[in-house]
């Protein structure tokens, strides 16, 4: 039976045996003389039963579906006669995908050799016996698990202090699942970057100023050794998203300013909506206008006064990453200006300050803190940001500081590593990962500061 | 005196200039507002400008003569004739007729402007009419993409017209004829991908983006809310509460392509989960959004007023009858709006979706979880990247159906809040 009609199976048997938990509870309780002298109403009795029954059931039939692949493949490897026996693990996930090729009919099975087509009948033996087994174990666990929860119902049984606790602690579970995804990111970053460090150098890594990932496929290829140095990245990176705060910090900030102290209701409760539509706007459509028409433009605006621009230059990619980020420093400006005490805007107007005064003098160096903190968020944000550059921004490393010259960034190194089949343990996929991990410590460290800055500043006038 | 007399004096030879200063100030305000409403604008004009032309489809009418003996077949129910049978032949001869000055030797010319897989409609609209055979039917084809192109940006320098004069002149003559003519492209929204332009459409995105935006609501919405509940009503007030909060925090702001490295990882290399599948995209998503929905339905939560708690306790109910039966009811209204939101932010999410492989090239409407698939951002990353205009138009076409998508489901929500949410 397929996982997903066995999914659907369990819940049916779920329903069953919430049923049957239901009319014992009654049954049990007619005796005595109603449901009264039951402990806890017939509903949590069933509830009760039909827990019992799905957990265990949905516990097995989710570790089989996640691990059973990798134990079949396995399977499969091992019982291979000596001479195919892999011994790198990008020939293993070659001769992998030509048995499952085999397995699945796209490739007929004259075309390899007499012991793949073998391991491709073994691979789709195993996976029916797997099949099988899967549905056998599943039903019977849910059954077993359900008739003894059923058989357990009594009178006195407190039903719904049980179910309540299970119901608990799978809330706690689903809170915990934000350690977990954020364990998973550090784990599987982790591993892949200190494997990365065993190839290529630390120092090169940090240090090296040339970035030119190449694996070779020969030994004695031309220049097989590639370049990781992550400097040129960096710096392309940084570029890039200065560009952006320069566009929108000026822009955002000024919005905010006009929106929250000049502004009256009606275009306030116009233009807020406006601007943060250009935050709901998937960065794709960035990318594309980015590169479609902005870069274009600038090229032709840099050739019509006599410089020379790159057509994929970083300017383009970041000027648009800037709109992009004008909502986000905005709001985040606004609720900051907000915060700040009428009564030192009261103060100040009194004194006969204009409200420009008041604003630069007073409510500004008041809510600095607090802008500032909203300004690294937002820088966080132009670091991490992938698809304007993927689409806007070249994939030539230049380490230089000129705005209209293509330079490259951490995102897009990542996206180019990373797309289309990959062997895993070339340096060149493992440095994808390597630059991954550099990103999360950047942005969490940016994050964690401006938070901290953010909180502390809130304090001061609770 | 004199010495007060002089300050209010310098105070009001200064009022001029600052006054001058702080209209200044506004203007300057009123300008960043203009430079962000009018990038919001032209992005807008651009992208229009740019993809209407693309729900415009050129197609050619033509009155095409099945002549058994011209396509090599006598019985059109013969599965094995139809294959072999020549249905192109027809189609040049009926355009031919259309084309008065058109001799042999524009054979090649005449069939450029037809497109390749009209032959394909031939055959299969005979396979389903086989008595059509021997008779003259009127028959509406999709025109080659550079005539196309030429119908539509003829007099657009930044389009390259590839027909030759000769050609164009053709075109312009059956476009005067009516032969040739524009209609709505309706193959845009009925096809998926495609190499060749006139025949893409975003069908199997659209199709892909909402299987995983599917796996990502049955996964999320769950989750979050019940992660929310703990978090506001069952959590005890210690360290590890506070380590799951600086967590769920950190995760909103994770740049999203993080995601894509940790499905890459774990889904995919540690599972052996299949590359480029809806769900591997929908558990990448969900990861994604559930911060989002975990602190919006945290704030719907704890906007329900503590008299409704007590209320509920005073007559005997549990924490968990309390929270079940009156707490979450009502605050579905600002959990719903909160996961509206998160889910329109992931349908215009790309970056972790390139990793987990859904880039691949996929004509192929999905017809399930485990189908490879594609989606509508995706679609258009893939598009813009093409070299071809006419696949621009495409790309601006499918951000015209995404924005269409977004901006509905923040209507949604934002008519939800105005009409659901409760105030106390």
């Known amino acids: 039976m397929q996982a997903s009609t066995l999914l659907l199976l369990t819940f049916v048997l779920a329903l069953v045996a919430y049923g049957l938990g239901y009319s014992r509870s009654r049954s049990l309780a007619m005796p005595l003389g109603g449901i009264r002298h039951l402990k806890s109403l017939p509903f949590y009795y069933g509830a009760r039963a039909a827990l019992w029954c799905i957990i265990p059931g949905l516990l097995v039939l989710g570790m089989w579906a996640a691990f059973q692949d990798k134990v079949i493949q396995m399977l499969v490897i091992g019982s291979l006669p000596a001479e195919l026996v892999p011994d790198t693990e990008g020939t293993a996930s070659l001769l992998l995908s030509k048995i499952s090729n085999v397995a699945s009919g796209a490739l007929p099975p004259g075309f390899v050799e007499p012991p793949v087509a073998e391991a491709a009948e073994r691979l789709k033996a195993l996976r029916q016996q797997s099949q099988v087994y899967m549905t056998a174990l599943v039903i019977s666990v849910s059954v077993l698990a359900g008739f003894l929860g059923w058989l357990r119902i009594r009178p006195r049984l407190n039903a719904r202090a049980q179910v309540e606790a299970i119901l608990k602690w799978l809330f706690f579970a689903c809170a915990a699942l934000a350690i977990l995804t954020t364990m998973g990111i550090i784990f599987s970053v982790a591993f892949e970057t200190f494997r990365f460090f065993g190839k290529i150098s630390f120092v090169e890594f940090f240090f090296g100023t040339n970035w030119s990932p190449q694996t070779a496929l020969r030994a004695d290829q031309v220049a097989a050794e590639g370049a990781f140095g992550m400097i040129p990245l960096f710096t392309g990176t940084l570029l890039i998203s200065l560009i952006a705060m320069v566009v929108a910090v000026p822009v955002g900030l000024l919005s905010a300013i006009y929106l929250s102290e000049y502004a009256n209701k009606r275009v306030r409760s116009t233009v807020k909506p406006l601007l943060e539509m250009l935050a709901g706007i998937p960065t794709v459509v960035y990318g594309f206008f980015a590169a479609l028409t902005v870069a274009p433009f600038i090229s032709d605006l840099a050739a019509s006064l006599g410089i020379e621009a790159s057509s994929q230059s970083a300017l383009a990619a970041g000027s648009v990453m800037g709109i992009m980020i004008i909502p986000f420093v905005s709001s985040l400006s606004d609720d900051v200006i907000n ?44 670091i991490g940001e992938t698809m304007i550059v993927v689409m806007a921004a070249g994939l030539a490393a230049n380490l230089t500081a000129n705005p209209l010259e293509t330079v490259t960034t951490v995102t897009v190194q990542i996206v180019t590593l990373l797309t289309g089949d990959q ?23 940016l994050n964690v500061i401006a938070l901290k800055i953010v909180r502390k500043y809130r304090e001061q006038y609770d | 005196m004199t010495d007060q007399r002089s300050q209010a004096e310098i105070v009001r030879q200064s009022l001029k200039r600052r006054y001058r200063k702080e209209r200044r100030f506004r203007a300057y305000g009123i300008l960043a507002i203009a430079i962000a409403l009018s990038a919001l604008v032209i992005l807008f004009a651009d992208i229009i400008g740019k993809g209407y032309s693309g729900f415009v489809k050129t197609t050619v009418t033509l009155d095409v003569q099945l002549d058994g003996e011209m396509m090599y077949i006598d019985d059109a129910s013969d599965e094995r004739q139809l294959k072999m049978a020549d249905f192109v032949e027809p189609l040049i001869q009926a355009l031919m007729k259309e084309i008065p000055g058109a001799t042999e030797e524009d054979r090649d010319a005449v069939r450029d402007l037809i497109n390749p897989y009209a032959s394909v409609t031939l055959r299969d609209a005979l396979q389903a009419n086989p008595d059509w055979l021997g008779t003259t039917q009127t028959m509406t084809f999709l025109t080659h993409t550079d005539v196309d192109v030429y119908v539509k940006h003829g007099d657009d320098d930044a389009y390259s017209i590839k027909l030759t004069e000769e050609q164009q002149a053709w075109v312009d003559r059956l476009l005067e004829q009516g032969a040739i003519d524009t209609s709505f492209n309706d193959v845009f929204f009925s096809n998926g991908d495609s190499r060749d332009p006139s025949k893409a459409g975003v069908l199997g995105a659209i199709v892909g983006s909402l299987l995983t935006m599917f796996v990502t609501l049955v996964l999320s919405f769950p989750i979050g809310v019940a992660a929310a509940i703990y978090l506001e009503e069952f959590a005890p007030q210690n360290k590890f509460t506070d380590f799951i909060e600086v967590n769920i925090n950190n995760l909103a702001a994770v740049p999203s392509i993080i995601f894509g490295l940790l499905g890459l990882a774990v889904f995919i290399n540690l599972f052996g989960m299949p590359r480029s599948v809806p769900v591997v995209g929908g558990l990448v998503l969900t990861l994604m959004t559930l911060p989002t929905i975990i602190i919006s339905s945290r704030a719907a939560i704890k906007s329900v007023p503590p008299s409704i708690r007590e209320a509920a306790e005073g007559i005997g109910a549990s924490k968990m009858q309390v929270v079940l039966h009156h707490v979450l009811p009502l605050a579905m209204p600002g959990m719903l709006t909160g996961s509206i939101i998160g889910m329109a932010q992931a349908l215009g999410e790309t970056a972790p979706l390139l990793l987990i492989g859904m880039v691949a090239f996929i004509v192929d409407v999905p017809d399930g979880f485990f189908d490879s698939a594609t989606v509508l951002p995706v679609q258009v990353f893939l598009w813009a990247g093409s070299p071809e205009l006419a696949f621009i138009e495409r790309a601006s076409a499918a951000i015209m159906v995404l924005l269409t998508f977004l901006i509905s489901m923040n209507a949604l929500a934002i008519w939800m809040r105005k009409r659901l949410e409760r105030r106390w």
């Open chain 1, 339 to 382: 915060a700040v005490p009428q009564t030192l805007r009261d103060g100040s107007l009194a004194l006969g300050a204009t409200q420009s005064e008041t604003m630069k003098k007073v409510i500004f160096p008041a809510a600095l803190p607090g802008i500032m903190g909203g300004i690294l968020l937002a820088v966080s944000r132009a």
């Open chain 1, 423 to 445: 062997e895993f343990d070339s340096a060149k996929t493992l440095a994808a990962f390597a630059l991954g991990a550099m990103l999360f410590l950047a942005t969490l460290l």
